[in-house]
């Protein structure tokens, strides 16, 4: 298991087979997808590493409804992985609007925009 990075991009693209296949070409690998094709969410890893991830920008914009009259190449989520998810939820709330709530397979997931409008998503630290 890949341990979580502080702060993480996932990119919206056209389509992520062949986002997968340029950043190969550029020595990049990728973690394998699962088998739903409405969830093609692709972690890229550089060294072994955590890199980013892309995803498909219909899904990124139905995952992330104010993201749907973005172009692509112009909008990603970034994501901060902390230690204590919902201590640090309630801190930062009263300053921040919210984007999104969520739980996933287990995990919460918050998103708030910052004053610029880029969407910040919040995640718990995994080791």
């Given at each position: 298991?890949?341990k979580?990075?502080?702060?993480s991009?996932?990119?919206g693209?056209?389509?992520?087979?062949?986002?997968?296949?340029?950043?190969?070409?550029?020595?990049?690998?990728?973690l394998?997808?699962?088998?739903?094709?409405?969830?093609d969410?692709?972690t890229?890893?550089?060294?072994?590493?955590f890199?980013?991830?892309?995803?498909?920008?219909?899904?990124?914009?139905?995952?992330?409804?104010?993201?749907?009259?973005?172009?692509?190449?112009?909008?990603?989520?970034?994501?901060?992985?902390?230690?204590?998810?919902?201590?640090?939820?309630?801190?930062?709330?009263?300053?921040?609007?919210?984007?999104?709530?969520?739980?996933?397979?287990?995990?919460?997931?918050?998103y708030?925009?910052?004053?610029?409008?880029?969407?910040?998503?919040?995640?718990?630290?995994?080791?």
């Open positions: 298991m890949l979580t990075p502080v702060i991009v996932c990119l693209v056209r389509d992520t087979q062949a986002s997968v296949g340029f950043f190969k070409k550029l020595g990049f690998t990728a394998p997808g699962g088998g739903d094709p409405d969830d969410l692709r890229l890893l550089f060294d072994g590493e890199a980013f991830t892309v995803y498909r920008d219909e899904h990124l914009r139905r995952w992330m409804p104010p993201l749907r009259d973005t172009p692509v190449g112009t909008f990603a989520t970034f994501s901060l992985a902390v230690d204590d998810f919902d201590a640090y939820v309630a801190s930062i709330r009263p300053f921040v609007e919210v984007a999104r709530e969520h739980e996933y397979e287990q995990q919460k997931l918050f708030f925009f910052d004053p610029d409008g880029h969407v910040f998503g919040v995640i718990q630290k995994r080791p």
